[in-house]
């Protein structure tokens, strides 16, 4: 894999998200983003596009929409996406699987500790430790969200970095990124948090 310094001095590893998965693939990154449904998701990706990146470390991700949707009922779809895709909640080594919850997209309350905390505590029963992506605004804003496992915060200021806050794991720092498969979302994500990832290689 390849790392790099991000200011702040943590290593950290490159990675990309996109509505529908790039074909080809581009190369150059670590680690990529899987959508597994919600009630805001554009797409959910299909088994193909799945296959497409099985040979990268992958973080699941929902996208409900706070404030419509019945925590439980989200919590639960994400569960039996987790479960059919066979996303073990860890290994044999102790390391939790990290999932993460879009609250950004269709943001209707996204920004609801409450409504965060009941779906989340739902996995976290199951195993899963829970990390939540938005803005700066949704996830420190008025009504700051739990650290959980942590934050991926969307700051795009085209320049690879840790946005500087505690509890932050990655940063998505560029958006619409043309390549020969299609747009991508460019982030990166603390080499920490590397080993939470659902890898080929272990089938967690």
């Known amino acids: 894999m390849t790392s790099l310094w991000v200011p702040g001095y943590v290593e950290c590893e490159p990675g990309f998200d996109a509505e529908f998965c790039p074909d080809p693939v581009p190369s150059g990154y670590s680690w990529c983003m ?3 449904g919600g009630s805001s998701a554009a797409h959910v990706w299909t088994a193909a596009e799945l296959a497409r990146v099985a040979h990268l470390p992958r973080l699941p991700v929902l996208v409900p929409t706070p404030g419509v949707d019945v925590p439980e009922t989200a919590a ?8 059919a895709e066979q996303v073990s909640p ?18 209707a309350g996204g ?20 990390a939540s992506y938005g803005s700066v605004d949704t996830l420190f804003g008025a009504q700051p ?60």
């Not at 639960?76 to 479960?83: C, H, M, R």
């Not at 920004?111 to 829970?130: M, V």
């Open 34 to 36: 899987v959508y597994a």
């Open 145 to 204: 969200l739990p650290i959980r496992s942590g934050f991926v915060v969307a700051d795009w200021t085209g320049t690879p970095h840790l946005y500087q806050a505690a509890g932050v794991l990655g940063t998505q720092y560029a958006t619409d990124v043309e390549t020969s498969g299609g747009a991508i979302d460019i982030s990166v994500l603390s080499s920490a948090a590397m080993g939470q990832l659902w890898r080929p290689e272990t089938g967690q």
């Open 76 to 83: 639960a779809e994400f569960l039996d996406w987790l479960q």
């Open 111 to 130: 920004d609801d500790p409450g409504w965060y905390k009941t779906a989340a505590n739902l996995l976290a029963a199951r195993g899963y430790d829970n």
């Open 90 to 107: 860890g290994n044999q080594f102790g390391v939790r699987q990290l999932v993460l919850w879009d609250l950004e997209t269709g943001k």
